[in-house]
């Protein structure tokens, strides 16, 4: 059976699409809080400054994924900066984008003339996507956006806010270690991963990360954000769910890993990258009219490459 969920991992995402659409998830506005590096006018220097300011703080945000109001400790420095968000001019038509087996010129890519350049891998349906562009009117900035999910990449592109002059949005599978990026190695200044790695099978977790690290320029960013171990999700499963240690299949065919700080560490360490946050986050999460009381577990990453590296 987990060899099913493997085989099969690609269509119980789509059919997962195909039924919420993009009605699922909310857009993560609160990435600008937890992740400065992704608002305009911060960049390269910010990223510096992010990387040697290695600093543990305790404090509390109340924006977050789920919805207001909720409180989470940190131990970091929340950015309260405001932003202020700018209406996109919908396009006039649709633009399929297909890469396969391509061969990625230095100077012959999707992005090439831009000066800052953010991939995230398995975007869904855009909700960190759509808010990056939104918010950040940098006119040197490139998105690069891929999921797993054909599905999910055609909502994306579908969608009216979809602006191929600014974003590329492509099917890739994370595990794939045949398919190559779009883009040349040392490229990227940022790559989001946000509730994606804890979707793909443990063992093949490190290699996923070490082709990524080798498309970040020096000094460039990977950002995470991931489920914890014993995160109210995980606790909720039952007897049968459990395919191998942390890692659980959902009724609807897809899976999920719990996180400690230790493997991620050990993750991106070994990938060539050194830490600049890794972060509990725990918040107590009330629904007032189901009169339920959650209990999450997530965890923060921040790890950057070297300026000097001996990597490739």
């Avoid at 510096?48 to 994924?65: G, I, Q, T």
């Avoid at 999910?152 to 002059?165: F, G, K, R």
């Avoid at 979707?199 to 990977?222: H, T």
Wanted: glycine share 6%; aromatic share 12%; with cysteine.
């Amino acid at each position: 059976m987990p060899v099913d969920y493997e085989i099969n991992a690609h269509k119980y995402w789509n059919d997962f699409y195909k039924i919420h659409e993009n009605g699922f998830f909310k857009d993560r506005h609160w990435l600008f809080t937890e992740f400065p590096e992704l608002a305009p006018s911060q960049n390269q220097n910010h990223l510096k400054d992010s990387f040697l300011e290695n600093k543990s703080e305790v404090s509390e945000c109340r924006n977050n994924e789920d919805g207001p109001g909720l409180i989470m400790e940190e131990q970091h420095k929340c950015s309260s900066k405001s932003l202020e968000y700018k209406t996109q001019t919908p396009m006039e038509e649709n633009v399929t984008q297909k890469i396969s087996d391509l061969e990625i010129c230095a100077d012959e890519f999707p992005g090439s003339s831009a000066t800052y350049r953010i991939l995230e891998v398995g975007c869904g349906v855009g909700n960190t996507v759509f808010p990056i562009l939104q918010t950040n009117n940098d006119p040197g900035l490139f998105v690069y956006c891929c999921d797993f999910s054909s599905t999910a990449i055609e909502l994306v592109q579908t969608n009216s806010e979809y602006d191929p002059s600014r974003c590329f949005a492509f099917v890739h599978d994370l595990c794939d270690e045949e398919k190559s990026y779009p883009v040349p190695k040392g490229s990227l200044d940022i790559i989001i991963l946000i509730f994606v790695l804890s979707a793909i099978v443990p063992d093949k977790m490190q290699e996923a990360i070490n082709r990524l690290s080798r498309l970040l320029k020096p000094g460039g960013m990977m950002l995470l954000r991931d489920y914890g171990r014993y995160d109210m999700a995980q606790l909720r499963f039952k007897k049968g769910q459990c395919l191998s240690g942390n890692f659980y299949v959902r009724g609807d065919g897809t899976r999920v890993y719990f996180f400690t700080q230790e493997e991620l560490d050990t993750l991106f360490t070994t990938a060539g990258l050194e830490k600049v946050q890794n972060l509990v986050d725990r918040r107590l999460q009330v629904n007032r009219g189901k009169q339920l009381t959650m209990y999450r577990v997530w965890i923060q990453c921040k790890y950057c490459k070297p300026l000097l590296s001996s990597t490739s």
